[in-house]
């Protein structure tokens, strides 16, 4: 299936389904943002579950923050983006449309001239106010990254929760940057969700960490499903490089469109912490005691967008086969990503199924992510859920009334087992470890 057409009938999946939806819709839209809807939102937890499972949860060398969005106006001035966040912008004379100057050359995209502007810094944050009055002394900035809230507790984190180098803070929330040109779907948007760490060591062990956190991270996405060779660890040129890096990599899947950033695991060395102390007059330094050395850590930064994670995903994820002769879409989650893990389907709409079967959907719901589905027949709702990724469906028919078993269907291979109710969270336990 040729890329383009996968691209375009997994949006149409999303829109269809609820997962994605355009934001705003009902007055027109509001460009480049997105609602996430019943499904997407189950999806996107998960995707967010998983990787705080594995960056905190698995781990005895990391903890977890939940910094402000809107914060002091000097965090920004210290670690440069009041300065240096920028892209180069221009305009085009003829249609008006703006661009970002280093994607587009020397022709507009929209109407073909040559006709443009001279390219001039736009700064990519989200101006705001705090208080009755506009000026600049009650001027705020939309966070453009979730970094700098675990740089500023870097001594409130050290102290309450008595790690010592290496270790690290990890966040997840919103993010907000006023692009030029967002585009590609949920891939580039100006409000979007990070997954960050932040990993202090000792400054000769910054190389050492760097390479164990890019084969942390590139394993990770394998782990969750996505193939092989749908997945590169790409260095940074030098003139690539951010300013505060020693080295970088980012972990790109091969999109649609080329490809594309995952995530970004950046070497930040001692910049931020360094930045933050002569703005703030604060030392932020570890003291070894056992050594009496004092010392300034580096910084290591794994840092993800968590809707641009779910999106490659679902693009990862999305099949076509034939099953009975019939065409199907399925979308072979794993199952741990799925909205879904079980759905409760009742043979048909018959009033005498549905006890049975909401006793059944009851029993699984404190255990895992459920759906119940009684309209129409039997084939379309198995289609529907093969379709969002559900990897088990669970069918009460009419021989369970008297025998109190139920029919389970795997969603890859579509074979179907006779299992007991009162084995039925076992069963599915075994499968779904």
Known sequence: MPPEDVMEKVVNLCKRRGFIFPSAEIYGGFRSTYDYGPLGVLMLRNVKGQWWRSMVQLRDDVVGIDAAILSSPRIW??????????????????????????????????????????????????KTFVGPVEDDASAAYLRPETAQGMFVNFLNVLQTSRKRPPFGIAQIGKSFRNEITPGNFVFRTREFEQMELEFFVPPDEGPKWLDYWCTERLNWYRD????????????????????????????????????????????????????HSVQSGQRLEYFDQGSGERYVPHVIEPAAGATRAMMAFLLAAYDEDVVSGEKRTVLRLDQRLAPYQVAVLPLSR??????????VLHLLQPHWMCDYDETQAIGRRYRRQDEIGTPWCVTVDFDSLEDRAVTIRERDSTEQVRVAVGALVDELGSRLS
């Not at 892209?87 to 100057?101: G, M, N, Q, S, T």
């Not at 080295?247 to 950033?261: I, K, M, N």
């Open 350 to 359: 018959n009033e005498s199924l549905r006890p049975l079967a909401r006793e």
């Open 77 to 126: 001035e210290a670690s440069g983006h009041l300065a240096t966040f920028t892209d180069p912008l221009v305009d085009c004379r003829r249609c008006k449309e703006r661009w970002r100057a280093d994607e587009i050359g020397d022709t507009c995209p929209n109407c073909g001239s040559h006709d443009l502007t001279e390219a001039r810094a736009f700064n990519l944050m989200f």
């Open 224 to 275: 969750l499903g996505i193939a092989e060779d749908k997945l590169r660890l790409r260095a940074h040129s030098p003139e690539e490089l951010s300013h505060y890096s020693k080295g970088t990599y980012d972990v790109e899947f091969a999109f649609p469109w080329g490809w594309g950033e995952l995530e970004g695991i950046a070497n930040r060395t001692d910049y931020d912490l360094n930045a």
